[in-house]
């Protein structure tokens, strides 16, 4: 297996599971740079690249000509990316555009909400209250956007080669 994809909930420790199995691996970890890239490659302002991966749509926000071609940009840079084999691509979206490629693993990794919300106030220093608002209308955006752009929902287990629930990870 050369390429791995890990998607994972907002705080429950994807990036350091990416980046633990890329280190073990002696694989490249890739994740935002991929936005960084594809600003450069298309001349667009990664702020607008970054919104069109973490905006959902509202209904009176359909989708737009332009955040489809944003998408379509990520969609490269991310692709060219796992072309090279030998990668472990962590973030929102990438195991959308390789779901029929049987040779890459998919993993979702997924977390009790009491931890989620133990790593948003310790974090960012934020009340219970504020940490829980904060990760409901995380999840509920990432959900929206997943549905209105590829008609799927992000936390559908068939999606995955792999789901892992990850429990108190700190090494």
Known sequence: MSIITISRGSYS?????????AQRLGYDCISR?????????????????????????????????????????????????????????????????VKDIAHVLKVRIIADMQERISILMKRDRVSRKK?????????????KWSRKLYGIETSDPSLYDLVLHIHNQTN
């Open 131 to 143: 940490a829980i608002q904060c990760i409901h209308k995380l999840d509920k955006q990432r959900s």
């Open 33 to 97: 740079d991929i936005l960084i890239e594809a600003s450069k490659d298309f001349n667009i302002p990664e702020i607008k690249l970054f919104h069109a991966i973490h905006d959902a749509p509202s209904i009176f926000d359909p989708i737009s000509f332009r955040k489809e071609k944003y998408m379509a940009y990520i969609e490269s840079g991310i692709l060219r990316n796992l072309k090279k084999d030998n990668v472990v691509y962590h973030g929102f979206a990438g195991h959308f555009f």
């Open 13 to 21: 420790y994807g990036r350091e599971t990416a980046e633990k199995v």
